[in-house]
């Protein structure tokens, strides 16, 4: 296969965001958030769990917290309690209490909007600071999570476990179109290029080099009659 020169790759990754954000007209962060600190927490509870989940979660620990001195008010065995559901609770629950302290310590009660200041929050990775950095901030970001990796990497945008996958995808689109690219990477992995991918109804197929892509099955195995009546009398 000849190689892709780096301008035929920017056309082809340019390509590949727009028929996506065709096939996800719903893009954008999938957390509930009204501020910063909320979406900062909110994406600390994702970890291990689906987003809608922590949703649900959200709506009654956001109006209990409204902010960061909350957190640190009620005795941790409380506030383990309220984020039990989430999965890893104890971690989390030391976590979103550390992050509190930090930005009331050094950040006067606020979350800083900017990459280094985000990064030194204890247990704040890049991932975490551009989901909050473009989301509630407006600041281009790319965050990089396990489903964008996946996505980047059958895309042939980056190498499989490579280093500096948001540098190459940054590389790719203009800084309007980072946060655009995370997310539809995001739910394109989530619904299409899954770890076993739906090859047969992706939208990029033919942009896609992936040379393991999985094919529709070529018969139909059909139920007998027997189990159809069965299932008509249900």
């Not at 409380?78 to 550390?98: I, N, P, Q």
């Not at 009660?109 to 247990?123: F, I, K, T």
């Not at 992995?189 to 896609?208: D, F």
Request: with cysteine; net charge positive; aromatic share 6%.
């Amino acid at each position: 296969m000849r190689k892709e020169d780096p301008v035929e790759r920017r056309r082809r990754a340019r390509k590949v965001l727009t028929r996506l954000a065709k096939a996800n007209p719903d893009w954008g962060p999938t957390l509930l958030f009204t501020s910063p600190f909320e979406l900062l927490v909110a994406t600390i509870l994702a970890a291990q769990a689906q987003d809608a989940h922590i949703n649900q979660v959200t709506r009654a620990l956001f109006v209990k917290y409204p902010g960061p001195a909350d957190y640190l008010k009620v005795p941790v065995e409380e506030l383990e309690r309220d984020l039990h559901a989430t999965g890893f609770f104890r971690m989390k629950t030391r976590a979103v209490r550390g992050v509190s302290e930090q930005i009331l310590a050094e950040f006067g009660g606020e979350v800083p909007g900017d990459m280094d200041s985000l990064v030194s929050l204890r247990g704040v990775g890049r991932k975490t600071a551009s989901i909050v950095l473009g989301n509630a901030f407006g600041v281009p970001a790319v965050a990089v999570d396990r489903h964008v990796e996946r996505v980047a990497t059958r895309l042939g945008f980056t190498r499989k476990g490579a280093d500096g996958i948001e540098q190459e995808l940054r590389s790719l689109y203009p800084k309007k179109d980072w946060v655009k690219a995370t997310w539809n990477f995001v739910l394109h992995g989530r619904r299409i290029c899954t770890p076993t991918p739906k090859c047969p109804i992706c939208p990029i197929i033919e942009l896609c080099p992936y040379p393991k892509k999985t094919k529709a099955l070529s018969t139909t195995r059909r139920a007998s009659p027997t189990r159809s009546v069965a299932r008509q009398k249900r």
